[in-house]
DNA sequence: CTGTTAGCGCGTTCAC
DNA sequence: GTGAACGCGCTAACAG
């Protein structure tokens, strides 16, 4: 614990100073010390100074909370992702509180772990901070939360994915759309017979989409695959990738390319395949999916599809500004996907 | 934006409904509302029951920014990272989310982005909403933020690292001894003309003294080395540690074993010399640093350090909440780290 | 077991 | 350009 360092202010009080202690010492009253420090109203220079050295002098340091309460706004914008963990949420995380540092906003970031359970939870826990907006990731919720969201009058952001029911607004893709796209490019480049590597979809519901795209694009070319191994596991990750690789070698040795739900267990895959003397992407041709930087940098270079993590946090944040602004906004905000044909495929 | 789904009150009030309202719908006072919320008190079980049931109807929520400015208890705890992208602080963030899931607290994360002023700034912003206790990355802080967080009067844990001037308390390791131990155990395995591949030592303080550690181990060994490539750039990417690798060989092609800062850079260095046709541990051996993921799951797997990540935070946040506890402490905790010899090397 | 009173430290609002 | 009064929504402290 600190050794007390408090201020003693002239009166006597002991503690945090308040800015009752600034303007004491400066000879103001706290109104003007308040209007300083925001520095949106005219104050005389030399008042000015007198309040700033006093702060300086106290260590002075804002209460939010206090002014929150008066002012009734929080300044916290609410994120949800579900794991901090993995590079793409991470950088979409960065994306908004990169958008919302020139404001005076600040990120409370929380992270669901994939279930929409603890999301609930999490949904409560942050609109008892009076966020002024939320950002979540993807369009599926329990009854409850969306029920909390709703009654918290805020604006709601998803994002991740394009909800069919979205609760406000939509900053996002198609999951299923950006997979189609990477099955079309696959089949020109000659595959046919279409491997899929996934997690547990009843969490991932990002993946489950991938999935479905990735049926409906077979079923476009005449391609229809049951070559489908899912590991149980939320998300799967690279170490996963290695063990579905041989699961699916196994049941059905005829796969010529396999599809993961993500780059990190298509690393894995490959890695994998390495060391069982597998040639990629000769023997087997491996993709993933999310542009990790390990999708770059391996060797082989693995086929992906970008869809651009930073940008989707940096157009919701954008987006989030305007409708506190009260600005008009787009009901959906479509982010960009490209695939990237590498190496591995 | 929502639509309008604010609750309209007996009394006519309208907007986010409050205790009083809970309260007037459940014929009881605020405070018995407030003592209910909170379950630590004895209330009758049907006047529960009525609370409720009315806050369920009215979707009531908590404000705990008012509830905050009364108890003077935030339910906050701040947390400073360099980098969310980095799965070792995302993992060490991860651990003090679930060690403190138990109690309370919330955390409030930032990222530093490897600087001691942005660091600064954000110590203040976070100050402002008065948490109980901060959890920070590293030893090395502006004389102002030192000032304000001795001002501040709350816990203050660094983590990552041993300061040799702390200002609390400490939760982490000696870099420099665990870049000493994998330099030993590097030296047993034959090595002799060891090279070095590092970001902006300014900016990484814990990448600066796994050099200084690199280098006593050498000097212990009679092995001085001057083969090191220092990128400028902070944190080092995989990316760059290809571009390093490149480097290292061709200003000091004697070399026999590389270490780089971290396992990212590693990994990069491994698949730049898959390449250029240069086998790795035959051509040139090359070891990494943290044990990320991928150092396990890459073949050849990467020789590296385990330093317990998610550990750092767990223990931070125990000791967070023993000091918020007043129970004794220790002034500093250490965590272990411990070599992991793998096909890289 | 429950209520009343009195703030917490600010910002809003109005006054001068 | 500055100040006084008041209240934001809640909880501490005390009463009963």
Not at 7 to 22: E, H, K, Y
Not at 61 to 86: E, H, K, M, Y
Not at 140 to 145: N, W
Not at 231 to 237: G, T
Request: proline share 3%; with cysteine; aromatic share 6%.
């Amino acid at each position: 614990m600190q050794t007390d360092q408090d201020q003693r202010t002239g009166d006597g009080s002991i503690g945090t100073p308040t800015m009752a202690d600034v303007g004491r010492m400066a000879g103001v009253s706290a109104m003007t010390v308040s209007r300083a420090l925001r520095g949106n109203s005219y104050i005389a220079k030399d008042t000015l100074e007198r309040i700033m050295a006093a702060v300086d002098q106290l260590g002075y340091v804002l209460d939010q909370s206090a002014g929150s309460l008066s002012s009734r706004r929080s300044g916290f914008i609410a994120t949800l992702v579900p794991s901090i963990d993995n590079s793409n949420f991470a950088d979409t995380a960065r994306g908004i509180t990169d958008a919302i540092a020139q404001t005076s906003m600040q990120l409370l970031l929380g992270y669901t772990n994939y279930s929409i359970a603890r999301e609930e939870e999490l949904i409560e826990s942050m609109l008892r901070r009076r966020p002024e907006g939320i950002i979540l990731t993807g369009g599926k919720h329990t009854p409850k939360a969306r029920a909390m969201l709703a009654n918290a009058g805020i604006p709601v952001i998803e994002t991740w994915d394009i909800p069919e029911n979205p609760i406000d607004t939509v900053v996002g893709f198609s999951n299923a759309d950006a997979m189609e796209a990477l099955v079309d490019k696959l089949v020109m480049q000659g595959y046919s017979r279409f491997g899929f590597i996934t997690g547990s979809e009843a969490s991932d519901t990002r993946g489950h989409q991938r999935h479905t795209g990735f049926d409906q694009a077979l079923a476009r070319h005449g391609l229809a695959s049951k070559r489908v191994i899912a590991i149980d596991a939320v998300p799967i990750s690279m170490s996963h990738g290695g063990l579905a690789i041989r699961q699916l070698l196994q049941r059905f040795p005829d796969t010529d390319v396999a599809i993961c739900v993500s780059d990190l267990p298509a690393f894995g895959a490959i890695m994998e395949c390495r060391r069982m003397g597998i040639a990629v992407p000769q023997d087997i041709a491996i993709a993933g999916f999310g542009d990790y930087e390990i999708a770059s940098v391996s060797e082989p270079g693995i086929t992906t599809v970008n869809v651009d993590s930073y940008g989707i946090g940096a157009k919701a944040a954008e987006q989030m500004i305007a409708m506190l602004e009260n600005r008009s906004v787009a009901t959906t905000v479509g982010t960009s996907f490209h695939v990237l044909l590498r190496g591995s495929t």
